[in-house]
T-cell receptor, first 115, second 115 residues
Framework: GDSVTQMEGPVTLSEEAFLTINCTYT??????LFWYVQYPGEGLQLLLK???ADDKGSNKGFEATYRKETTSFHLEKGSVQVSDSAVYFC??????????????WGLGTSLAVNP | KAGVTQTPRYLIKTRGQQVTLSCSPI?????VSWYQQTPGQGLQFLFE???????NKGNFPGRFSGRQFSNSRSEMNVSTLELGDSALYLC??????????????FGSGTRLTVV
């Protein structure tokens, strides 16, 4: 079945460092891909998404490119801030109705940014 | 506009009891999904409701059930609670788009502790 694999954390960086969180997926068809972020004590927030190959999602300085050839959707940010400390989840969903509509999640990657 | 509202935020129950959690989606959103989040298993899909009908279901035992009302508010119920049911239960609402290009808006969750 469909699955998402994320790099394990925790990831610890200094402020202004470059961030990459790897995400690869296995899916039939052409899924949509998402990054969600969960700040301490809060629910999940959609960070960015991409719905077809070569699409780039971006938001708040974060970017991820839908790479069908490598089945990847790596999250990047050029200069992280302390406020980016959170848990980041990669997820996919199918493109049709029925069972494809549920989100399949990675296990999450915890990011801690030190001043 | 108001976000997704989940009540209560925290709950402590005893093994064998039952519990009901509530979720009010964003106004206009007709789809409501429920997820269980635990440190060991990550995020797991419970079920999805649309227009008062369960449209999709995850791999959870029959002790987990839900429903959706005509105003799109949803409840989930867990009967005969077990220690392993301790988790953060997240509700998400979305517009119903058939092309898969959608994102969920999550509530802050209900933290259930079973003792």
């Amino acid at each position: 079945g469909d699955s998402v694999t994320q790099m394990e954390g925790p990831v610890t960086l200094s402020e202004e460092a470059f961030l990459t969180i790897n995400c690869t997926y296995t899916a039939t068809g052409y899924p949509s891909l998402f990054w969600y972020v969960q700040y301490p004590g809060e629910g999940l927030q959609l960070l960015l998404k991409a719905t077809k190959a070569d699409d780039k999602g971006s938001n708040k300085g974060f970017e991820a490119t839908y790479r069908k050839e490598t089945t990847s959707f790596h999250l990047e940010k050029g200069s992280v801030q302390v406020s980016d400390s959170a848990v980041y989840f990669c997820a996919l969903s199918g493109s049709g109705a029925g069972n494809n509509r549920k989100l399949i999640w990675g296990l999450g990657t915890s990011l801690a940014v030190n001043p | 506009k108001a976000g997704v509202t989940q009540t209560p935020r925290y709950l402590i129950k005893t093994r064998g009891q039952q519990v009901t959690l509530s979720c009010s989606p964003i106004s206009g959103h007709r789809s409501v999904s429920w997820y269980q989040q635990t440190p060991g298993q990550g995020l797991q899909f419970l079920f999805e409701y649309f227009s008062e009908t369960q449209r999709n279901k995850g791999n959870f035992p029959g002790r987990f059930s839900g429903r959706q009302f005509s105003n799109s508010r949803s409840e989930m119920n867990v009967s005969t609670l077990e220690l392993g049911d301790s988790a953060l239960y997240l509700c998400a609402s979305s517009l119903d788009r058939l092309d898969g290009n959608y994102g969920y808006t999550f509530g802050s969750g209900t933290r259930l502790t079973v003792v």
